[in-house]
């Protein structure tokens, strides 16, 4: 397990109580829109073309991220449930790479698209009968892409060629803490701050531009986190 989901898991684990309230059941659903940040670095030393002698990426930034999604779930109690969420994030990216070999640079520019399924716990304490303190945290699968990826020139910005898009899979983790209010019987509003771990992206391994179509070496961003503020809306039924 990578120790970024394994941290994580475990921080998941100890803001559970093992108590739970009395009994109040039934199923819910909900929606979700979030907006947040997302890090991450590359070990890359051999990308792009063989002939240019490996390129390294460094500068690995990602722009602002927004997401939508929805999840559905069970209440067993007043404080404990379980849910399925589904996630969909994007945001920009941009890395610089350097040709040791050549003498040359490129930057890179490009969308970071995360889809991702998680499997849920939930745990809430009332603050009044309204409104509850509540802490998650889940495991799943991410399906992370990179698209629209184009290669220019460093010192020039001259455009050089666009690569091919390619979706990585891989284990996610994710933890929360948020409130929850009750605004009618049946319909609760949530606002979470989330600390998610999406694992890594990778190019394709073709590019198409001033060398015609060739094939590379992907260049790959490695241990992504996201950190996020979720709005949502839940209904029980």
Same mark, same amino acid.
């Given at each position: ?6 941290? *994580? %898991? ?11 309230? #009395?009994?109040?059941?039934?199923? @819910?659903?909900?929606? $979700? ?6 890090? /991450? ?7 792009? %073309?063989? @002939?240019? !002698?490996? /390129?390294?990426? &460094?500068?690995?930034?990602? +722009?602002? #991220?927004?997401?939508? +999604? ?6 067993? $109690? ?12 994007? /945001? ?11 003498? #040359?640079?490129?930057?890179? &520019? ?16 009332? *603050? ?17 892409? *990179? ?5 220019? &020139?460093?010192?020039? !910005?001259? @455009? ?18 948020? @409130? ?10 949530? *606002? &979470? ?6 694992? +890594? ?7 198409? !531009?001033?060398?015609?179509?060739? /094939? ?5 961003? $490695? ?7 979720? #709005? ?6």
């Amino acid at each position: 397990m990578p120790p970024g989901l394994l941290r *994580l %898991a475990v921080l998941g684990t100890i803001a559970f109580p093992v108590s739970a309230l #009395a009994a109040e059941q039934g199923f @819910f659903a909900g929606l $979700d829109a979030s907006t947040g940040a997302a890090f /991450g670095s590359s070990k890359t030393t051999n990308g792009g %073309a063989p @002939f240019a !002698g490996g /390129g390294v990426v &460094d500068s690995v930034k990602f +722009g602002a #991220a927004w997401g939508i +999604g929805g999840h559905v779930g069970y209440q067993f $109690d007043p404080a404990m449930s379980a849910f399925i969420s589904y996630q969909s994030i994007w /945001g920009g990216v941009r890395w610089n790479t350097n040709y040791p070999s050549v003498g #040359a640079s490129s930057k890179f &520019d490009g969308m970071a698209i995360s889809n991702v399924i998680l499997g849920n716990v939930a745990y809430e304490f009332p *603050l009044s009968d309204a409104t509850t303190l509540r802490t998650t945290a889940g495991l799943g699968v991410a399906f992370n892409t *990179l698209s629209n990826v184009t290669e220019t &020139d460093r010192p020039t !910005g001259i @455009f050089l060629a666009g690569l091919a898009s390619h979706t990585k899979v891989g284990p996610a983790a994710q933890v929360g803490l948020g @409130f929850r209010h009750r605004i009618a019987p049946n319909t609760v509003l949530g *606002l &979470d701050g989330l600390v998610a771990y999406t694992g +890594g992206f990778e190019t394709g391994n073709t590019r198409n !531009g001033n060398l015609g179509t060739t /094939g590379i070496n992907p260049y790959r961003i $490695d241990d992504v986190w996201r950190a996020s503020v979720s #709005a949502s809306i839940k209904a029980s039924f």
